[in-house]
């Protein structure tokens, strides 16, 4: 079972916790990882693109230009899609790009790129988050804690984080999540992750 060591705000070692096996313990699985983060940039386009059909450009009333005599090909608009300011005739409409995974891989996605920080020692945890609300002071935790990357820092809802919150919000690299808001994208696009000492056990019962 994964152990790591509980740090304090100055990166001080307090004591051992041994985390859940099952979620931050097991095999990554590199397919599900993939379908999970996939999906979810999947679900985060937009799907606001859209293209003028023959049937929505402007003009195109009259007939361009004679049926016969011409050595043209008959054209009944100068909207067809062939013609230059015409529609255009298999573009892009405004369409939903989301999709769902089975529950049971998405859980796998997740306890697998949980398990990937445990793995590579970029998961990292402290006793809580109780701190002054200013930036500068959360610079100096995140310098003791050695982290100059992305990181993502975890707690509980009912843990008093509203300082750390305020602090941290205007650091680029960082990103405050629950335990419950955790998920795969962020996880993997993270170079570390910091949970609390309660969230860290949350988790584990949680996505267990």
């Given at each position: 079972?994964?152990?790591?060591?509980?740090?304090?705000?100055?990166?001080?070692?307090?004591?051992?916790?041994?985390?859940?096996?099952?979620?931050?313990?097991?095999?990554?699985?590199?397919?599900?990882?993939?379908?999970?983060?996939?999906?979810?940039?999947?679900?985060?386009?937009?799907?606001?693109?859209?293209?003028?059909?023959?049937?929505?450009?402007?003009?195109?009333?009259?007939?361009?230009?004679?049926?016969?005599?011409?050595?043209?090909?008959?054209?009944?608009?100068?909207?067809?899609?062939?013609?230059?300011?015409?529609?255009?005739?298999?573009?892009?409409?405004?369409?939903?790009?989301?999709?769902?995974l089975n529950r049971k891989v998405r859980r796998l996605a997740l306890k697998s790129?949980?398990?990937?920080?445990?793995?590579?020692?970029?998961?990292?945890?402290?006793?809580?988050?109780?701190?002054?609300?200013?930036?500068?002071?959360?610079?100096?935790?995140?310098?003791?804690?050695?982290?100059?990357?992305?990181?993502?820092?975890?707690?509980?809802?009912?843990?008093?984080?509203?300082?750390?919150?305020?602090?941290?919000?205007?650091?680029?690299?960082?990103?405050?999540?629950?335990?419950?808001?955790?998920?795969?994208?962020?996880?993997?696009?993270?170079?570390?992750?910091?949970?609390?000492?309660?969230?860290?056990?949350?988790?584990?019962?949680?996505?267990?």
């Amino acid at each position: 079972m994964p152990t790591v060591k509980v740090l304090s705000l100055k990166g001080e070692e307090l004591r051992d916790i041994v985390l859940s096996d099952e979620v931050f313990g097991i095999e990554p699985h590199k397919q599900a990882l993939f379908d999970a983060v996939v999906m979810q940039q999947a679900s985060r386009r937009q799907g606001t693109h859209d293209t003028k059909t023959r049937g929505e450009v402007s003009g195109g009333g009259k007939k361009p230009f004679r049926q016969k005599g011409t050595g043209r090909a008959r054209q009944g608009s100068s909207r067809e899609v062939q013609m230059r300011g015409g529609g255009i005739a298999f573009g892009p409409h405004p369409r939903t790009y989301g999709y769902k995974l089975n529950r049971k891989v998405r859980r796998l996605a997740l306890k697998s790129a949980l398990s990937q920080h445990a793995l590579d020692s970029t998961l990292k945890v402290v006793e809580n988050y109780n701190m002054e609300a200013k930036t500068k002071e959360f610079v100096k935790v995140m310098k003791a804690l050695g982290l100059d990357r992305k990181t993502i820092f975890v707690a509980t809802v009912e843990e008093d984080w509203d300082n750390a919150f305020l602090a941290m919000r205007n650091i680029p690299n960082a990103l405050f999540l629950t335990v419950e808001e955790l998920n795969t994208y962020d996880l993997v696009n993270a170079d570390a992750v910091v949970f609390t000492e309660e969230a860290a056990k949350l988790a584990g019962e949680v996505w267990a």
